[in-house]
Each structure stands twice: as structure tokens, then as C-alpha cells.
């Protein structure tokens, strides 16, 4: 989150003035009141009632000007902790990190998203009530839940909407199911805005405007606009998968039902299947990989190919969006240069010069963990948020 150098006193309650603290970067009282032009004594409180509530902890002294060196203060990163859950077609992934985002414990096991969301949401909570166990914390240090899944997600209520590879998940209140067993806030949005997210707040903090694309079994968009996701209207911004490519041949019929769209001609199983009717011995994104990693010519021609695909939907996306990164994620994104350039060949050529200026196009640095980091970063701006730290110190102090 981006603070004013100075904020205006009457704005400044105690969890607004945590807000400068959330970075981690320690603070005395004095540089408090000349960020805020706050009263000291103001200041003073309200440092006293954060250091209370055990979000502050003291971190040592500045250099002194004379008289007794002032405390600095800074943000208790393990004051409470975050469970993140990034679930996709085959497994679920679990992780407690601290208030800051860092990984404390994790774990990943083989998971089918069919087996519903009874299933699935009870497996989670085993997986996280034994991750908690084993960093010997309980579930009153958790601040709350992030759940990625993958498909379709009406944010504001934390119910899959019509998910197409989710049977059993549509409008299934998984906030509810989890709060039985999970105190706290349980925010659920789609795999890859989370992996778009995580892929901000770890790699690109400074940049205003990111596209995250994973391209998998499917092919989906994460949005970042001035550090924020970018949902739309229902939550289904992003969908490229179902974008139709124009050389698409007319007898390529996508899942969907529709024809020539970008997951039916560019997505894992497509490129599988092209390979498999070429000779090889494919059967999906992993073994595509291993394909263009062995050198396989048509393997490599292949994923190029699928890259210009990408490209020619990816040119409309930066001329109307004019993002500053496009980020390379999910399975196929493994197969590196091959895929990278055959994106880059379309999207230089075809996007306005102005938008591809200073556009980087890039494979992700967050890598599998990008769901993760995501969900906790979701959790962390919810619970952090002024409003929530003036309810928390309430409770805490009362």
C-alpha cells in the first residue's frame, strides 16, 4: 500500500497511522508525527494502544541527538498468521505464512477439484489444522483465510459461479464451510488472479499495471491496476481462454461450445493433441515440457506456435489495457524462450508502439508458490486495512 508523505490529522486514527508501519520499516514517534503532523502525544497513544494489541513490537534505537536514544517500531509480523490454499484441477496446496506474507510451513498433495467441495474444504482444513499444529500455533493466532480456485468466483460472497471444471462447486458458500472449523475471514477468488497478485507483491511492488496469463490445461488473466485486482463486474475479467483467435481453423470446438477459441487452439490438451496426431508420445503439459526440453523439433514448433496464438490476443490486451509487464504463468510457461518469444513476436508487431514502449513480457518468478503468496497477500490487505486494525485494537485493548 503507497502512503502520502504526509497525511492530514484528521485522517489519521490508529489504523491509519499503522498503514506507515505495514512495510516493516521501522519508525520512532518523532518521524510518526512528521509524516502524520500529528500531536505527539496523539502519536503517543496511539503507538502505545498498537504496541498493546501486539501489532507493534520495538526494534531497537535510533541515534540519538541528545538525551536517550528514541525506540523505533515496527510491524510484529508474528503477532498472528495467514492460511493460504491454492487449489487447482488435481491438487491442493496449503501454507501458513506470517503477517508480512513469508512462507512459515506449506504442503502440497494430489487433489481431485471433483471430488467436491465437502471433500475438498475438509481436506484443507485437516491439511491446515496440521500445518498450524506443527509451527505449534492454534487456530485464535489465524487472521484469517485466502482460497484460490479454479474457476469462475463471486469475490464479495466467496461462491464459485458456474465453475466448468468444479461439478458440485457452484455457489457452494465456502467461507461458511470453512468458518466451522477455521475462525476468521475466509476470502476465495479465482487461481490466477491470486497468482497475479502474488506475482505483484513479490517481484513487481513498483509496477502499476500487471497481466499475469497462465497457460495450462487452460489459459486465464489476472489483472493488476494501480496495485489492485481487477474482477469486473461479475469476477469473470480476465476469461482469454474463450477469446476467439482469427486463424483459428472452423472446425476447432472449444469445451465451451464455441469455435476457434484460444484454449481450444493453445492450451496444454491443444498442443497435445497436435503432437500426438505428429507421432509423439504426449499426453499433457508436463509431457510438453519434457518434450521441448529434450529438443523435439515439433515440440518446439509447437509451443511456438501456441505462442503466436497467445500473442494475437495478447496484442488486443495491451492496446486496451496497456499493462507495464505481461507475466508468463502456469504449466506450459516451463517450456521458457520457446513459448516467451512466439508471444513477443505478435505482440510487438501488432500493439501500438506507445503501449509496448516499456512493456516487459516475462516468465513468472514466483513460480508454483504464486497462488500462495496471493491468497495470503489478499488475506494480509483485508486484515491490515484501517478499518480492521481499529476493530482488532479495540478487542484486543478493551
Same mark, same amino acid.
Given at each position: 500500500?503507497?502512503?502520502?508523505?504526509?497525511?492530514?490529522?484528521?485522517?489519521?486514527?490508529?489504523?491509519?497511522?499503522?498503514?506507515?508501519?505495514?512495510?516493516?520499516?521501522?519508525?520512532?514517534?518523532?518521524?510518526?508525527?512528521?509524516?502524520?503532523?500529528?500531536?505527539?502525544?496523539?502519536?503517543?497513544?496511539?503507538?502505545?494502544?498498537?504496541?498493546?494489541?501486539? &501489532?507493534? !513490537?520495538? %526494534?531497537?534505537?535510533?541515534? $540519538? *541527538? #541528545?538525551?536517550?536514544?528514541?525506540?523505533?517500531? @515496527?510491524?510484529?509480523?508474528?503477532?498472528?498468521?495467514?492460511?493460504?490454499?491454492?487449489?487447482?484441477?488435481?491438487?491442493?496446496?496449503?501454507?501458513?505464512?506470517?503477517?508480512?506474507?513469508?512462507?512459515?510451513?506449506?504442503?502440497?498433495?494430489?487433489?481431485?477439484?471433483?471430488?467436491?467441495?465437502?471433500?475438498?474444504?475438509?481436506?484443507?482444513?485437516?491439511?491446515?489444522?496440521?500445518?498450524?499444529?506443527?509451527?505449534?500455533?492454534?487456530?485464535?493466532?489465524?487472521?484469517?483465510?485466502?482460497?484460490?480456485?479454479?474457476?469462475?468466483?463471486?469475490?464479495?460472497?466467496?461462491?464459485?459461479?458456474?465453475?466448468?471444471?468444479?461439478?458440485?462447486?457452484?455457489?457452494?458458500?465456502?467461507?461458511?464451510?470453512?468458518?466451522?472449523?477455521?475462525?476468521?475471514?475466509?476470502?476465495?477468488?479465482?487461481?490466477?488472479?491470486?497468482?497475479? &497478485?502474488? !506475482?505483484? %507483491?513479490?517481484?513487481?511492488? $513498483? *509496477? #502499476?499495471?500487471?497481466?499475469?496469463?497462465?497457460? @495450462?490445461?487452460?489459459?486465464?488473466?489476472?489483472?493488476?491496476?494501480?496495485?489492485?485486482?481487477?474482477?469486473?463486474?461479475?469476477?469473470?475479467?480476465?476469461?482469454?481462454?474463450?477469446?476467439?483467435?482469427?486463424?483459428?481453423?472452423?472446425?476447432?470446438?472449444?469445451?465451451?461450445?464455441?469455435?476457434?477459441?484460444?484454449?481450444?487452439?493453445?492450451?496444454?490438451?491443444?498442443?497435445?493433441?497436435?503432437?500426438?496426431?505428429?507421432?509423439?508420445?504426449?499426453?499433457?503439459?508436463?509431457?510438453?515440457?519434457?518434450?521441448?526440453?529434450?529438443?523435439?523439433?515439433?515440440?518446439?514448433?509447437?509451443?511456438?506456435?501456441?505462442?503466436?496464438?497467445?500473442?494475437?490476443?495478447?496484442?488486443?490486451?495491451?492496446?486496451?489495457?496497456?499493462?507495464?509487464?505481461?507475466?508468463?504463468?502456469?504449466?506450459?510457461?516451463?517450456?521458457?524462450?520457446? &513459448?516467451?518469444?512466439? %508471444?513477443?513476436?505478435?505482440?510487438?508487431?501488432?500493439?501500438?508502439?506507445?503501449?509496448?514502449?516499456?512493456?516487459?513480457?516475462?516468465?513468472?518468478?514466483?513460480?508454483?508458490?504464486?497462488?500462495?503468496?496471493?491468497?495470503?497477500?489478499?488475506?494480509?490487505?483485508?486484515?491490515?486495512?484501517?478499518?480492521?486494525?481499529?476493530?482488532?485494537?479495540?478487542?484486543?485493548?478493551?
Amino acid at each position: 500500500m503507497t502512503v502520502p508523505s504526509v497525511l492530514p490529522p484528521t485522517l489519521v486514527g490508529t489504523g491509519d497511522l499503522f498503514q506507515i508501519l505495514r512495510d516493516g520499516r521501522p519508525k520512532t514517534r518523532s518521524e510518526l508525527a512528521q509524516l502524520t503532523s500529528l500531536a505527539r502525544s496523539t502519536i503517543a497513544a496511539r503507538v502505545d494502544a498498537l504496541l498493546s494489541s501486539g &501489532l507493534l !513490537e520495538p %526494534v531497537g534505537e535510533a541515534a $540519538s *541527538t #541528545g538525551g536517550r536514544p528514541p525506540t523505533r517500531f @515496527a510491524l510484529n509480523r508474528q503477532e498472528r498468521v495467514v492460511l493460504a490454499v491454492d487449489l487447482g484441477a488435481s491438487h491442493a496446496s496449503v501454507a501458513v505464512t506470517d503477517l508480512s506474507g513469508r512462507v512459515l510451513d506449506e504442503r502440497t498433495i494430489e487433489s481431485d477439484i471433483a471430488d467436491g467441495p465437502i471433500v475438498v474444504l475438509d481436506r484443507v482444513s485437516e491439511m491446515a489444522l496440521g500445518l498450524l499444529d506443527a509451527i505449534d500455533r492454534t487456530v485464535a493466532d489465524v487472521a484469517g483465510v485466502g482460497i484460490g480456485v479454479p474457476g469462475p468466483v463471486e469475490h464479495a460472497t466467496g461462491r464459485p459461479a458456474n465453475p466448468p471444471i468444479m461439478p458440485g462447486w457452484h455457489d457452494f458458500d465456502v467461507p461458511a464451510h470453512l468458518g466451522r472449523r477455521i475462525p476468521g475471514p475466509v476470502l476465495v477468488d479465482n487461481d490466477v488472479n491470486l497468482m497475479a &497478485l502474488g !506475482e505483484y %507483491v513479490t517481484t513487481f511492488p $513498483s *509496477t #502499476g499495471h500487471l497481466l499475469l496469463v497462465k497457460v @495450462a490445461t487452460g489459459i486465464g488473466a489476472g489483472i493488476v491496476t494501480e496495485g489492485r485486482l481487477l474482477r469486473g463486474a461479475l469476477g469473470s475479467a480476465g476469461d482469454l481462454g474463450h477469446v476467439q483467435v482469427a486463424s483459428a481453423s472452423p472446425d476447432v470446438v472449444c469445451r465451451c461450445g464455441n469455435i476457434g477459441c484460444l484454449e481450444a487452439v493453445a492450451a496444454g490438451p491443444a498442443i497435445a493433441a497436435r503432437l500426438r496426431a505428429s507421432g509423439l508420445d504426449v499426453d499433457g503439459s508436463q509431457d510438453i515440457v519434457d518434450a521441448v526440453a529434450a529438443g523435439e523439433i515439433a515440440a518446439l514448433q509447437a509451443v511456438r506456435e501456441a505462442g503466436r496464438d497467445l500473442g494475437s490476443v495478447l496484442a488486443t490486451c495491451v492496446n486496451l489495457l496497456n499493462p507495464s509487464v505481461i507475466v508468463l504463468g502456469g504449466k506450459l510457461s516451463e517450456a521458457g524462450e520457446y &513459448l516467451l518469444a512466439g %508471444v513477443r513476436e505478435v505482440v510487438y508487431q501488432r500493439s501500438l508502439p506507445l503501449a509496448t514502449h516499456d512493456l516487459q513480457i516475462v516468465g513468472t518468478a514466483a513460480g508454483s508458490r504464486g497462488g500462495i503468496l496471493g491468497a495470503s497477500a489478499m488475506v494480509i490487505d483485508a486484515v491490515l486495512a484501517p478499518r480492521a486494525i481499529d476493530e482488532y485494537v479495540a478487542r484486543r485493548i478493551a
